[in-house]
């Protein structure tokens, strides 16, 4: 069973489009999160999520928007697609926060933006 | 405030020889240090970790690290490097009392060559 599991893995559409990236986990963990990794492999936070409540908003556009229907999953919906946010985007998940337990990650969507 | 440094785009090794992967870091208490490594297309798989005691730990696939508080550094070494290591490696920190946040550095490519 895959802990940490994105849909889809793959995702081309183009600009102007709303798009969503579903992540589920099943390791019973409480916290969650989006992570965005660019052309030159940089990872950097978006969005946490802790009990459904969300607690790190990095300085992200508002065109970006996460839902976490409950603790298992955490969605990323994308409105207005443009090219610069072509990237792989990684959902995780941790037990009591980052500290000190470390994320558990899963396998990234590929978006590309056309 | 935290930040990681990994001075090294790319460290080139021979099969067999040891390798090391710097890593440096900055946090406002004590740190939780991790490293993670990433294999095309996939997700970031967890290697180890430093929470506290012995400064010397030990992860997956016959990789270590050693924690140097006075150097504020975190390097990963393996005594003998495997074509199979070749991947992207990541060095992360969080800290006590800095919440959930895992900050990564920017990464360094491995390759290890017959």
């Known amino acids: 069973d895959t802990a940490v599991s994105q849909t889809p893995k793959y995702l081309v559409t183009q600009m102007g489009n709303d798009k969503s990236i579903k992540c589920e986990q099943n390791?019973?963990?409480?916290?969650m999160y989006w992570y965005k990794q660019d052309s030159k492999k940089f990872l950097k936070i978006m969005f946490s999520?802790?009990?459904?409540?969300?607690?790190i908003n990095e300085t992200v556009p508002n065109r970006f928007s996460p839902k976490s229907p409950d603790k298992a999953h955490l969605n990323l919906h994308i409105n207005s697609l443009e090219l610069g946010d072509s990237a792989v985007y990684f959902c995780?998940?941790?037990?009591?926060?980052?500290?000190?337990?470390?994320?558990?990650f899963g396998s990234g969507t590929r978006l590309t933006v056309v | 405030a935290q930040s990681v440094a990994q001075p090294e785009d790319q460290v080139n090794v021979a099969e067999g020889n040891p390798l090391t992967v710097k890593c440096t870091y900055s946090?406002?208490?004590?740190?939780?240090l991790f490293w993670y490594v990433q294999y095309p297309n996939r997700g970031l798989q967890f290697l180890l970790k430093?929470?506290?005691?012995?400064?010397l730990v030990k992860g997956s696939y016959g990789f270590e690290a050693e924690f140097n508080k006075s150097q504020t550094s975190f390097h990963l070494k393996k005594p003998s490097a495997l074509v199979s290591d070749s991947a992207l490696y990541f060095c992360?920190?969080?800290?006590?009392?800095?919440?959930?946040?895992?900050?990564f550095g920017t990464g360094t490519q491995l390759k290890v060559e017959l």
């Open positions: 995780a998940s941790s037990q009591g926060g980052a500290s000190p337990y470390g994320y558990t």
């Open positions: 390791l019973g963990h409480d916290t």
């Open positions: 999520y802790n009990n459904k409540e969300l607690i």
């Open positions: 946090v406002s208490g004590n740190p939780y």
């Open positions: 430093y929470i506290t005691g012995d400064n």
């Open positions: 992360a920190v969080s800290f006590t009392g800095g919440g959930n946040k895992l900050t």
